[in-house]
């Protein structure tokens, strides 16, 4: 790393200058003795490895840097740590050295003015034409009306250096135009052009202009393709294509549809690349995806059904999970998102399951254990006529291999472990990710959840008794659910009661519901998923039983010692499927655009089960047998935004159960369809589907079992699911389940909208992801705000300082500030009760996190009583209001702009003054 001096010449990097002028700041505030102060080293090293840490986030590869984009940073860290008497002294000193300057040379203060040199890719130097440079960044502004062409050349002016490369010029572009994208979300289109045209630079090794990609493009596709076989890259089926069809059927416009983000985040890990350099182009790289899917279909089709998948991928309207669009047409095609397995009882197969984590995992794919037959803590070995640990020293190494094997160094390794609740050792796997304790007996890379019958919540509700047993010694609990299993767990108390079971604990059900509260808030674990409901609307339990749900909790598959459940995901973006009503002026859902892509998606994803490369034979023959795969959507919150929709509303909640309706409509019909043509599923019949019971039937199955009592859901329906039921006593499906709603944190970033069925984070802040740190601002409160004449430097600088809210920005109208409500601003019943509606539809579960911005025990009670009340399978993440703020910085005339940061809240679980949630 390096930096860039106001003269533009360059320098090395060195951390020891950065903590030297903090350490001046603190002089000037606290006086000398500071300097030699313990506290204030150890603060100004702590804050220099924080400005460090960003530094090398912005280049990850190495780079220059700007020396006033260094001290910015320096103040946003001092703010950051709350040391604003500090900043505010450094300020000053900047100021002051600033008038220095300009009452010295202008050479020297004014780098737009001054020649530079660059190098270009074969050696030779040139000066740099600004001229040339504005009217570059002048062509990738066509239909951006809010960008400033001028103001980008002259912010990268102040990144250049004598001898400055090629390829940095453009990064410096680049850099120039993120920046601003707080200003106006068209900085954000503008960015990705500018990087779009270094990727056709690296693919090219020339510069092409837009418009020349549209033959650019034919010309290379083939050429692509043989470089990718010669390379090895590429499966040798996909020379099975008419490659000239195919060609011709890219549309280089699509190019225009990324914003900064998503196209960084292909570029940085999806494209094809060979020795670091990149083979792949946006719209080369959704064909390659396409063509991958199509692998399953009869040759004479094979093309066809690209060009159709490819339709669907590259306009947005369906995006494939990301293992899929990492290995997709592959030689190595494990395209499928998650797995999910049972751990067997006894040594062998633990170390067997481990080994299978990590084969898993090495193809990209997230992991979900079921720990829950593993015997207990002192449980009586017949082997070694000893006593077992217990299930926590197999868990910290199953954390460990999690890390171990991180995903081909494309994403983390990441696993999820189950228990359910009346496991002996469970108070202590509800303690494995604290930051205290025996540290060989945590796990803190490792997410957890608990798996949670009803009868457990019943007795919680009364205030009763809960025995935990060991495994060992009630070894049917595990696969019984509903009045079977309460059955059997009433035979099993009374056994431990008088004597005849030795091993086992009584507690209360209230203590250890509210134990598993207070976890879940400081720590974010347990995850709390519900037995019951996974077991008795599955449309698969003729078969078998579902122990757990996955790493993020929206599969409800069968697993068991024989059998890895696999989830093959893809999500519909809502909003590439909105339009506006011309009678009404609304915008509403296009109906058979959304029917369309729907089918699509559902060939697309039974397309994967047979393609899919498995590492574990498992998995492989679960897939087989009973096919599953999970359409989901994203932009739910983008969609309201569009129709004027607060989430806090019956609205809200009216239109996520007419959305769910039609798209578990459409997947079904979808999957029947294929049944027609490629036979139904091998464990077809003897399912829910073969006797008829579809989700929302299923819902009614649940609610008869509880009882009115525990159950309170709407289940009314709109469409005509009679129709339906007929086709598949005639046809059968294609596939065991249809439908779950995964997180898409990465999917919609390359989309551009918002996550899943999240509402809006903040309205402005940074986000970090392994492709670095990337500004994100809410197009459509900035397009609003325009209308009303709102939109200007003191509003984004209002908006930093309230951390995105605009709920304390009184100029803006209320309607406005309900509708662009952020995350912790939404009540979270509001998150509840529309995913309650969606559950209604959905053959499997949804992620559903929870935000609760000031959490107290009695709100998180409440909120997943009404979880579990609401006959909802699983939740997700609980987030809580903490350290969260959009990134600070001085405005443009060095004022500062700050806000303390908000400390986590703490709550009180258990009325206890020994409680560490109290403390």
């Not at 002051?96 to 737009?112: A, F, I, L, M, N």
């Not at 600004?130 to 960044?137: D, F, Q």
């Not at 803006?812 to 509840?832: G, K, N, Q, S």
Request: glycine share 6%; net charge negative; with cysteine.
């Amino acid at each position: 790393y390096s930096v860039i001096r106001r003269n533009g010449s360059i320098v090395p990097f060195d951390s020891r200058k950065i903590a030297a002028a903090m350490t001046k700041a603190f002089v000037s505030v606290e006086g000398p003795q500071s300097a030699t102060s313990e506290r204030t080293r150890d603060l100004v090293n702590q804050m220099t490895d924080q400005v460090f840490s960003v530094v090398t986030s912005r280049l990850p590869d190495g780079g220059s840097i700007h020396i006033e984009s260094i001290q910015d940073q320096v103040e946003l860290v001092l703010m950051q740590n709350g040391q604003y008497d500090v900043v505010r002294a450094y300020i000053l000193y900047r100021e002051k050295h600033k008038q220095e300057r300009r009452r010295g040379t202008q050479s020297d203060t004014d780098p737009v003015e001054k020649v530079v040199h660059m190098t270009l890719n074969d050696g030779r130097r040139v000066p740099i034409d600004r001229k040339e440079l504005v009217l570059k960044v002048t062509a990738s502004c066509s239909g951006l009306s809010c960008v400033d062409p001028e103001r980008i050349v002259d912010e990268t002016y102040r990144n250049f250096y004598e001898g400055i490369t090629e390829d940095e010029v453009a990064k410096s572009l680049i850099l120039a135009a993120r920046v601003l994208i707080e200003k106006d979300p068209d900085y954000s289109f503008l960015a990705a052009r500018l990087l779009l045209s270094s990727i056709r630079r690296e693919v090219f090794g020339e510069d092409v202009s837009h418009e020349d990609m549209s033959h650019r493009y034919v010309e290379y596709f083939p050429k692509y393709i043989n470089d990718a076989f010669s390379m090895g890259l590429l499966d040798q089926r996909m020379a099975d294509f008419d490659q000239c069809e195919l060609a011709g059927a890219i549309d280089f416009n699509r190019d225009m549809l990324f914003q900064y983000l998503g196209l960084q985040i292909l570029y940085d890990r999806y494209f094809l690349h060979r020795y670091n350099s990149r083979i792949e182009l946006p719209q080369i790289f959704f064909m390659r995806v396409a063509m991958g899917l199509s692998l399953a279909e009869d040759k004479t089709v094979r093309t066809k059904k690209a060009i159709e998948f490819y339709n669907v991928l590259s306009t947005f309207r369906f995006m494939s999970s990301t293992p899929t669009l990492f290995n997709s047409g592959t030689r190595c095609p494990q395209l499928s998102s998650c797995f999910i397995s049972t751990v067997p009882d006894d040594l062998a197969s633990i170390y067997e399951a481990i080994k299978e984590n990590a084969l898993l995992s090495k193809f990209s794919g997230g992991l979900g254990n079921d720990w829950t037959s593993v015997r207990a803590l002192g449980s009586y070995i017949r082997g070694t006529n000893g006593h077992s640990q217990g299930v926590v020293p197999f868990l910290k190494v199953a954390n460990d291999t999690a890390v171990a094997v991180n995903q081909g160094g494309k994403r983390k390794g990441a696993l999820c472990s189950y228990l359910e609740l009346w496991h002996l050792d469970i108070e202590e796997f509800l303690e494995l990710r604290k930051n205290t304790g025996d540290e060989r007996r945590r796990t803190h890379d490792m997410n957890t959840a608990a798996w949670i019958p009803d009868l457990f919540m019943n007795r919680v509700l009364l205030d009763q008794n809960w025995t935990l047993f060991s495994p060992s010694d009630v070894p049917d609990l595990h696969e019984l659910f509903g009045p079977e299993f309460e059955k059997a767990y009433l035979a099993y108390e009374e056994m431990f009661n008088d004597g005849r079971i030795k091993l086992g604990r009584v507690v209360s059900a209230s203590q250890l519901w509210r134990k598993m509260l207070t976890m879940l808030f400081e720590t974010g674990h347990p995850w709390i998923t519900f037995k019951d409901p996974c077991n008795i609307r599955s449309p698969q339990q003729h078969v078998g039983v579902v122990r757990s749900s996955n790493l993020c909790t929206e599969i409800t598959l069968n697993t068991s010692e024989n059998e890895i459940a696999v989830c093959n995901l893809g999500s519909v973006n809502l909003v590439a499927h909105m339009v506006n009503d011309q009678i009404t002026g609304k915008y509403v859902l296009d109906l058979p655009s959304l029917q369309k892509t729907v089918r699509t998606a559902i060939r697309m994803l039974d397309n994967v089960l047979d393609i899919n490369y498995y590492s574990v034979s498992k998995a492989a023959e679960s897939n087989r047998r009973h096919r599953p795969i999970g359409v989901g959507l994203m932009g739910f919150q983008d969609v309201l935004y569009m129709m004027r929709i607060p989430y806090s509303s019956n609205e809200a909640v009216a239109f996520s159960d007419y959305a769910q309706e039609l798209i578990s409509y459409y997947a079904i019909s979808g999957s029947v369809e294929l049944a027609k043509e490629r036979g139904a599923y091998q464990t077809f019949n003897g399912s829910l589907w073969d006797k008829g019971i579809l989700p929302i039937d299923s819902l009614k199955l649940l609610q008869k079992i509880r009882g009115p009592e525990y159950f309170e859901c709407d289940t009314s329906q709109t469409l005509d699911w009679d129709y339906l039921r007929q086709e598949i006593k005639k046809y059968g499906m294609r596939n065991s389940n249809c439908m779950a709603i995964a997180p898409t944190a990465t999917i919609s970033s390359i989309v551009g909208v918002s996550a899943s069925i999240e509402p809006t984070y903040q309205n402005l802040f940074v986000k970090s992801n392994l492709s670095g740190e990337f500004t994100v601002i809410n197009s459509y409160l900035v397009n609003d705000l325009k209308d009303l004449g709102l939109w200007d430097e003191s509003m984004v600088s209002d908006l930093k300082y309230f951390d995105g809210s605009i709920a304390r920005i009184e100029r803006i109208p209320v309607e406005l500030r309900d509708l662009y409500a952020t995350a912790f601003e939404i009540d979270p019943e509001w998150l509840v009760e529309c995913g309650a509606r969606r559950m209604k539809w959905i053959d499997q579960s949804q992620s559903l996190n929870i935000y609760v911005a000031y959490a107290s025990g009695k709100k998180l009670d409440q909120i997943y009583k009404l979880i579990w009340k609401r006959g909802m399978k699983t939740s997700y993440y609980l987030r809580t209001l903490g350290a969260t703020h959009a990134e600070k910085s001085t405005t443009d005339i060095g004022q500062l702009n700050a806000v303390p940061v908000v400390s986590a809240v703490r709550a009180c679980f258990l009325d206890d003054p020994t409680c560490e949630a109290c403390q």
